[in-house]
């Protein structure tokens, strides 16, 4: 049973560009949520998939944004990407109803030169 | 705002002794608390969660402890041993949608290092 997978590992940007980021969440899971955690820091909340839709949001500006496709995997889309935009980007899956039993994948490390 | 906060950055114990981390979280409303692993180049890894109306949940070799009164939870890992090596993340289910919710508020973190 292949857990949470998230792709690439690692990416390498430079200001101004945009990136897209992949999630396949473990199977039989219907929802997708996406976190930012910058080093030596816990994981902050960005936005939460269901059903397509965006449920729920963090504290994160419009460059920001993602989608949801019928297999439940997800993208996030990070535009005019600013050197603080440099973190471990984590994909979260579970049921709905499994609130707080997040499974995490091993998350992409993106550096914004 | 919200927020979760750890008392130790960073915990130094030899193997076999017991490991307490603890953590203070600031919403007196949450409801749902959860403890996470997060070892180097991984994600976090759930450890185990309590409900606000629990005061102890034990798993294997794990309990945690909630205090409602002074709005603190602690993780006790008994018999440390270097495979527990990590950082541990406290983190609060956040209060919105009546719980239909993925968003957690995680703390900063403790390292936990085990000393052979």
């Known amino acids: 049973d292949a857990g949470v997978t998230q792709s690439p590992t690692h990416l390498i940007k430079t200001r101004g560009q945009q990136v897209t980021l992949r999630c396949s969440p473990k199977s039989g899971h219907d929802t997708v949520s996406w976190y930012q955690q910058a080093l030596g820091q816990g994981p902050q909340f960005i936005f939460q998939y269901y059903e397509e839709e965006e449920r729920q949001r963090g504290n994160f500006p419009d460059r920001f944004s993602g989608h949801q496709f019928p297999n439940y995997s997800s993208e996030l889309n990070v535009n005019a990407l600013l050197l603080g935009d440099s973190a471990l980007y984590l994909c979260?899956?579970?049921?709905?109803?499994?609130?707080?039993?997040?499974?995490f994948g091993s998350g992409t490390q993106l550096s914004v030169l | 705002g919200e927020s979760v906060g750890l008392h130790l950055p960073t915990l130094s114990v030899q193997e076999g002794d017991n490991s307490i981390i603890n953590c203070a979280y600031s919403n007196s409303a949450s409801d749902y608390f959860i403890w996470y692993k997060q070892e180097s180049g991984k994600g976090p890894q759930f450890i185990i969660d309590?409900?606000?109306?629990?005061d102890k949940r034990q798993g294997q070799r794990v309990t945690v402890l909630l205090n409602k009164t002074v709005k603190h939870l602690s993780l006790q890992i008994a018999a440390t041993q270097p495979g527990d090596s990590a950082v541990y993340f406290c983190?609060?289910?956040?209060?919105?949608?009546?719980?239909?919710?993925?968003?957690?508020?995680f703390g900063t973190g403790t390292l936990l290092a085990v000393q052979p």
């Open positions: 983190a609060e289910k956040g209060s919105e949608y009546g719980g239909a919710t993925n968003k957690l508020i």
């Open positions: 309590i409900r606000s109306n629990m």
């Open positions: 979260a899956s579970s049921f709905l109803t499994g609130v707080g039993k997040l499974f």
